[in-house]
């Protein structure tokens, strides 16, 4: 990642960006503000001193005198006091009768302001560092104008006052950027800083390794986000350490009935001439291992359908009874074969919303193992019966029994109590995990209660609505009410 892609920088810039266009808006700010009011306070000053020059003509009737200049002491104190200032004084046919700077006496001068100030108005202007007041004066009567007393003035001097002071408000402004823009940088960083630890970390995982997540504060939410990903990875590990465990499993167990195939056969090219007696021994062995592999290929094939459908199920409302009365009579021939009763118990009618194929493969699965692990003149029984909420199906054998330690290992894939002896009855030791699978699927629980040499009794449990269903009623009541 690129340095200016890293999201503290991009936010510091942002700031930095926000910061220096309100500090502008100041600076503009504060400098018109202060150029105003200093050509204002400047032309108030001069315009109240231009009305008093223009009042002292008007009350001495200087205009109607030859406009010697001795009558104008006031206009040269004028001058005298603001030297930037120069001051005229004009009769009403705009000719100058004073000069303050003596160049324009006997002349005639006309201008809008003079103008406006003969029509009896005072007028001022700015342009520039230039400005003009043009005040009228009065005859002792008040009645009309007979002059004007015009001043035109430089404010450059108030223009490099501004300027000097200005100098210190812009350093100011300067270095408090710079503190501000410094101080955005360093909390962004700071702020952000986990965020690297949490990429290293990452990129740790994404190599292999990164074991430790990264020391962030626990109640920040980088704290709540290291949390959730190291959950996150932990699942995910397990998830692929159970797939890799899956996969070598899936190997071993295909290959044993291959390799017990490959050494029968080897052993029967080995024997030339052998009796048909052995012939037939070896083919029933090798048609046995043909059933195991293709037992063995069913289950995963069931397995993984499953696991695809997971949130598929086609429901129905079922007779539990009827299902199990069709599960115990395509079992009855291998119960026939191991000499075990199949029993049959309903405890009054149950129905119950299931996926009929799925439930069916669940209960055959857990009535096949109480036939397999039992022993002959044994028995299995199957019983059906309710409660307000489930369908409850108990399957009891009579048969070998399941140590306690074992329980909650059975429903693992591939998990067998006794591996050489389950081996021998046919098993695949993926049953009772599809089993679960299934009994998940319809969110209902299973149960094991067995003792060695005594027997094995599982309790199964399913919503007899199905859970689904179940939650859009009660949504929909509660629409309803
Ligand atoms: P398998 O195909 O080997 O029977 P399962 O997943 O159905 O695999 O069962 C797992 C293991 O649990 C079996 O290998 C067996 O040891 C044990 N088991 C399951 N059901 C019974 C039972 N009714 N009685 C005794 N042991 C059982």
Not at 392 to 420: M, P, W
Request: aromatic letters at 8%; hydrophobic letters at 40%; proline letters at 2%.
């Amino acid at each position: 990642m690129k340095w200016y892609q890293r999201i503290q920088i991009r936010a510091t810039i942002f700031l930095i960006i926000v910061v220096t266009g309100i500090f502008c808006f100041a600076l503009f700010f504060v400098l018109s503000n202060q150029i105003n009011y200093r050509i204002n306070s400047r032309m108030d000053e001069i315009s109240r001193y231009a009305v008093l020059v223009a009042s002292d003509i008007a009350m001495n009737q200087y205009i109607g005198n030859t406009g010697s200049s001795e009558y104008y002491e006031e206009v040269d104190s004028m001058a005298g006091f603001y030297q930037d200032a120069r001051i005229l004084v004009l009769n009403d046919q705009c000719r100058v009768l004073k000069d303050s700077a003596n160049t324009r006496r006997g002349k005639t001068f006309i201008n809008d302001d003079i103008l406006t100030a003969l029509s009896g108005q005072t007028t001022r202007a700015v342009e520039g560092i230039y400005g003009r007041i043009a005040v009228p004066i009065l005859d002792y009567s008040d009645s009309y104008v007979v002059g004007v007393v015009y001043v035109s003035l430089s404010m450059e001097r108030q223009y490099q006052e501004i300027q000097n002071s200005l100098d210190a408000v812009v350093l100011v402004l300067i270095l408090t950027w710079i503190i501000i823009c410094l101080l955005i940088g360093s909390v962004f960083m700071l702020s952000f800083k986990p965020l690297a630890k949490i990429r290293r970390w990452l990129r740790d995982v994404n190599n292999g390794h990164g074991e430790h997540p990264p020391l962030v504060r626990e109640t920040s939410e980088y704290g709540a986000v290291v949390k959730s990903m190291d959950t996150i990875i932990a699942d995910l590990k397990e998830a692929d350490t159970s797939r890799k465990e899956f996969v070598s499993n899936v190997s071993h167990e295909l290959k044993t009935p291959l390799s017990s195939i490959k050494v029968l056969t080897e052993s029967l090219l080995l024997q030339k001439g052998a009796p048909e007696e052995i012939y037939r021994e070896f083919l029933q062995d090798i048609n046995s291992e043909i059933d195991r592999e293709s037992a063995l290929i069913n289950d995963l094939l069931s397995l993984v359908r499953l696991e695809d459908s997971k949130s598929g199920l086609n429901l129905q409302m079922i007779s539990m009874n009827d299902m199990a009365e069709s599960i115990l009579k395509r079992l009855q021939p291998l119960a026939d074969r191991k000499q075990v009763e199949l029993i049959l118990e309903n405890r009054g009618r149950v129905e119950a919303e299931v996926d009929e194929m799925k439930m069916t493969l669940a209960l055959s699965n857990l009535v096949e193992n109480g036939i397999k692990y039992n022993k002959e003149g044994g028995s299995v029984r199957l019983k059906v019966d309710s409660d307000f909420a489930d369908a409850i199906l108990t399957i009891s054998d009579t048969g070998c029994g399941i140590a306690e330690e074992h329980f909650n290992k059975i429903y693992q894939r591939f998990y067998r109590v006794d591996k050489t002896r389950d081996r021998a009855t046919g098993g695949t030791g993926l049953g009772l995990a599809i089993v679960h699978q299934i009994i998940t699927m319809h969110h209902g629980s299973i149960s094991i209660r067995s003792k060695e040499d005594v027997g094995t009794s599982f309790t199964v449990r399913i919503p007899l609505i199905a859970v689904q269903n179940a939650k859009n009623l009660a949504e929909k009541e509660e629409k309803d009410r």
